[in-house]
């Protein structure tokens, strides 16, 4: 609801989405939680229109790839698109059910391998990287340079949340992906951009500088070159924002 007020009552455009599957209560059998999901959560949610599009954590003692269909598939039914929390941990399947399942995109992608990127090949999922996640807790960072030399396209996203990446920083993400998933700095703000504007469904109207869209445009402070965020990762280099064409 509070997004939802976000997104009516500011200049911010704002996507939500429905993650009532990413851990099941202490005090709830799964099937009783997952009966909950569908029977009550996503009506709800559907009811007082709160998300575009509906999540599972699809992970070893989580959400199974079965589970996970089933709890999207009954999100579709009442409008909400589906996207997957897929392969943080383990080679979990949710590559997979992502594909299957037609999401938008598929998240987080640190153990992903051959098979997951020729899944992802033949279809149209935006693999979406989080390297804030994996290097909070210490993971393995996704394979970037593997999935951007497969012919894919990749989106980047903080993964902005109290429990695994507690920080909302873009260009430090941006940094990540080009210190730790050894990308360039041109293919980083790709992703961060034009990608993530398709991940989130929006690339006719945001994320490239371009006439007609939405003027939403950060401006620097004087830097040598693009590659000069990355590089001086930490530092705050901005000095305008605008937003919807006017300067904040």
């Known amino acids: 609801r509070v997004a939802k007020r976000i997104g009516r009552d ?3 455009t704002v996507k939500t989405t429905f993650l009532g599957a990413h851990a099941v209560p ?3 059998s799964k099937e009783e939680y997952i009966a909950v999901i569908l029977n009550e959560m996503i009506p709800a949610i559907a009811h007082e229109e709160l998300a575009d599009y509906i999540d599972v954590f699809c992970e070893q003692g989580f959400f199974t790839p079965d589970e996970t269909e089933r709890i999207v598939e009954e999100g579709k039914r009442f409008g909400m698109k589906p996207r997957i929390h897929a392969n943080q941990l383990h080679r979990s399947g949710g590559v997979q059910v992502g594909v299957k399942t037609k999401a938008i995109s598929v998240d987080h992608l640190e153990n992903i391998g051959e098979e997951e990127i020729m899944a992802l090949k033949h279809s149209e999922v935006m693999p979406t990287a989080l ?5 909070f807790l ?6 970037a340079r593997q999935i951007i030399d497969a012919g894919l ?3 980047i996203a903080s993964d902005y949340n109290p429990g695994s990446s507690p920080c909302g920083n873009m260009p430090l993400m941006i940094a990540l992906a080009c210190i730790r998933m050894k990308i360039t700095p041109e293919e980083a703000f790709n992703a961060a951009t034009i ?5 989130l469904e929006l690339q006719q109207t945001h994320g490239s ?3 007609g869209k939405v003027a939403n445009v950060l401006i620097t402070k004087p830097i040598p070159s693009i590659s000069y965020i990355p590089y001086a990762f930490g530092s705050y280099l901005v000095s305008k924002v605008i937003l ?5």
């Open 195 to 199: 990608n993530t504007a398709f991940a």
């Open 209 to 211: 500088i371009t006439r």
């Open 10 to 12: 500011t200049p911010l």
């Open 26 to 28: 202490q005090d709830i």
């Open 153 to 155: 396209p990749m989106a």
């Open 138 to 143: 210490g993971l393995p960072f996704p394979p």
């Open 244 to 248: 919807n064409g006017k300067v904040l």
């Open 131 to 135: 390297p804030g996640a994996a290097f």
